[in-house]
């Protein structure tokens, strides 16, 4: 026996806002919401989920988990473009000048992964 993630947790001031900008980034679509959270996932249901849970302070540290995206059907370029026009930010946590990938933060700070190799330079690599 194994457990599956179900859902990933993010918390907001403004839930409304983080959960349009992952379904803008991911291309999903609000499933579920109630008077604490929304809840974002894949078109048909099927699989992971985030819930953006309200809380009523905002970040102030490091987020010790993450996600790490790559870029599915451009290039990587062209991937961190539209994250940065949708609302994302550069930020340092204190990654080096060489690393391979860009860290990101949503509109409220939590920082993600844009990863240097494209889901179709994985897939052709395997």
Avoid at 82 to 88: E, P, S, V
Wanted: with cysteine; charged share 25%.
């Amino acid at each position: 026996m194994t457990s599956r993630i179900a859902a990933l947790a993010i918390d907001a001031v403004e839930p409304r806002v983080v959960a349009e900008f992952w379904c803008a980034v991911l291309g999903w679509t609000v499933v579920d919401t109630a008077p604490d959270g929304i809840t974002i996932g894949p078109a048909g249901g099927a699989g992971l989920t985030i819930d953006v849970f309200a809380v009523p302070e905002r970040k102030s540290v490091k987020n010790r988990l993450h996600l790490d995206l790559r870029a599915d059907g451009g290039s990587t370029v062209e991937e961190l473009r539209r994250l940065l026009d949708l609302g994302a930010r550069r930020v340092d946590v204190g990654q080096g000048p060489d690393v391979s990938w860009v860290v990101l933060a949503d509109p409220e700070g939590n920082e993600f992964c844009l990863l240097s190799r494209t889901v179709q330079e994985m897939l052709s690599s395997s």
